[in-house]
Structures are given as structure tokens and as C-alpha cells.
T-cell receptor, first 113, second 113 residues
Framework: ELKVEQNPLFLSMQEGKNYTIYCNYS?????LYWYRQDPGKSLESLFV?????AVKQEGRLMASLDTKARLSTLHITAAVHDLSATYFC?????????????FGKGTKLSVKP | DAGITQSPRHKVTETGTPVTLRCHQT?????MYWYRQDPGHGLRLIHY???????DKGEVSDGYSVSRSKTEDFLLTLESATSSQTSVYFC????????????FGPGTRLTVT
């Protein structure tokens, strides 16, 4: 059974600092997704990682995937207040068929001036 | 933004009453999903559909049923609502040609009193 764990679950950062959110998954998964959710809003897709060693960057966020370690990371560079949100990772289930995803519980990020 | 709407957006109902939530998409995506989001649990899959009239259970399907008679509509029914079904419900869509990246609707906040 595929399980996805994120840590930390809560993260308070100062503006300008760097930090990493970790996403571990328990069994083989061929795709890894990162989403952002603002309070009271829906989920917004950030990254889709499709293969071992995949790295994607958008602004101050960079995501990577290590399928051998069953680990994905979301690295935040020089955080700004606008990055405050909850970030979810999700891994594909059923060998990728039908697109079923198992989500982590989310990391609530708060960036303070 | 992906063309996904959910109705109603907010609903308060009493225990024991039937409730139907609707998800409508204009993207012609094959796959549709219903999730619930509760504090401390992240997103959990209720049911999903891989085509018209083709549906299957997710992780937390007890007490819920679904129907998909048209590509664009996916209905979630609570036959007899209970207080434990108070939650925020999200619909999502995906397509295999887009690596099953899921796009989420705006959500429905359901309160069962």
C-alpha cells in the first residue's frame, strides 16, 4: 500500500532564508506531484516529476525526485511572504493507471518578515 | 484555469438527509475524482471515474456513491448524511496525455448538523 509522508508539517521561516520540504513515499511510484493551497482556496499544480533525477524550478521553488530513495524535495530559496501556503506532495498509485494519487498531509509554510 | 465548476459551493444540511454535489468540466478530460479534505488528513480519495459510467472506489468510499452519465459531469451523493461527512469536497480532473496531472475545482464546503 502506497503511503506518502511529508515533513515538516509546519514550517515557520523568515524572509530571505532557504529551506527544504521532504516527501517520502513507501512503494514504487513513477510520478510525483507538488501542489500549493492558499487558505480557503483550491489546489494549484506546481510541479510534475516523471523520472529519477528530475528537477524542476519555478521562481523561488525547486522540486527534485530520487526514485531510488523514494524521496522528493521542494526547496525554497530566499523565501518571501507570498510563498506562505500549504504545500502538498502526491505520488501516483496503481502503477500510474487512472491517475490515482495518494497525498501527503501537507506542509503549512508561514514566511515572516 | 481548467474549466471545472462545483455546485453548490456551500451547503448546510441535517443528519439523515440525502445530498448531491455536482462537478462539471469543460475540458473533456477522461478522468474525474472526488476528494474530501479534513484538517490533519490532507486529501483523501472518495471515488473516481475513468470514463462515462465507469467508476470505482477510493480510500474513503463508505457512505458515498457516484455517477457519471456524461463526460462533463460527475456527481457525488451522500445517501444519508452524517456529521462525520462534514468536510470540504474537491473535484479534480486529469488526462493521461498530461501525465495525469490533476486540476482541482473550487471546492464545496458541506456542513452536516
Amino acid at each position: 500500500e502506497l503511503k506518502v509522508e511529508q515533513n515538516p508539517l509546519f514550517l515557520s521561516m523568515q524572509e530571505g532564508k532557504n529551506y527544504t520540504i521532504y516527501c517520502n513515499y513507501s512503494t514504487t511510484s513513477d510520478r510525483l506531484y507538488w501542489y500549493r493551497q492558499d487558505p480557503g482556496k483550491s489546489l494549484e499544480s506546481l510541479f510534475v516529476l516523471l523520472s529519477n533525477g528530475a528537477v524542476k524550478q519555478e521562481g523561488r521553488l525547486m522540486a527534485s525526485l530520487d526514485t531510488k530513495a523514494r524521496l522528493s524535495t521542494l526547496h525554497i530559496t530566499a523565501a518571501v511572504h507570498d510563498l506562505s501556503a500549504t504545500y502538498f506532495c502526491a505520488a501516483s498509485n496503481y502503477g500510474g493507471s487512472q491517475g490515482n494519487l495518494i497525498f501527503g498531509k501537507g506542509t503549512k509554510l508561514s514566511v515572516k518578515p | 484555469d481548467a474549466g471545472i465548476t462545483q455546485s453548490p459551493r456551500h451547503k448546510v444540511t441535517e443528519t439523515g438527509t440525502p445530498v448531491t454535489l455536482r462537478c462539471h468540466q469543460t475540458e473533456n478530460h477522461r478522468y474525474m475524482y472526488w476528494y474530501r479534505q479534513d484538517p490533519g488528513h490532507g486529501l483523501r480519495l472518495i471515488h473516481y471515474s475513468y470514463g462515462v459510467k465507469d467508476t470505482d472506489k477510493g480510500e474513503v468510499s463508505d457512505g458515498y456513491s457516484v455517477s457519471r452519465s456524461k463526460t462533463e459531469d460527475f456527481l457525488l451523493t451522500l445517501e444519508s448524511a452524517t456529521s462525520s461527512q462534514t468536510s470540504v469536497y474537491f473535484c479534480a480532473i486529469s488526462e493521461s496525455t498530461e501525465h495525469y496531472e490533476q486540476y482541482f475545482g473550487p471546492g464545496t464546503r458541506l456542513t452536516v448538523t
